[in-house]
């Protein structure tokens, strides 16, 4: 079977082509392992994110939903007290396509975005593929336990 790859936004294409050129043609576990490892080495830092003190950087876990673990994020609010009301919230998930990326990756440049409008950034860390396949297990049990529930009452039904 050939593989076709989804159409994309002409406006894209030179975007994809430089993607194109220095990513891997194929994907093996040993490749995403090596990708993970140069993308952690060049992870911002909390000084860097902090931007000369204008940022507090904190880290924080949430409850996930339930029967999944904890939700890791980093959150970059201004340091500087705000004059009135609450500030706007942008909400970051960094690209890799679901295998490769970090709380960190992009981050930066959001926070630039930020520093303009005086708001918070909260970006999450989500689990990555292959170790974590879709959906996590707690939801495929979750649905396993519906459709036998609703087996049950059809067959009782009938």
Known sequence: ????????????????????????????????????????????????????????????????????????????????PRALGPRPVLYYAHGGGMVIGTSRTGVDLVLDWARELDAVVVSVEYRRAPEHPHPPVARRRKCRRRRRSRCRRTVTAL
């Open 1 to 80: 079977m050939t593989l076709v790859p989804p159409p994309f936004d002409p406006e894209l294409g030179a975007a994809l082509a430089i993607v194109s050129e220095r990513l891997p043609r194929v994907f093996t576990l040993d490749v995403v392992a090596a990708m993970r490892q140069g993308e952690a080495a060049m992870a911002p830092t909390d000084e860097q994110l902090s931007q000369e003190g204008f940022f507090e950087v904190e880290e924080r876990a949430v409850p996930g939903p339930e029967g999944d673990p904890e939700i890791a994020l980093l959150i970059c609010r201004p340091a500087a």
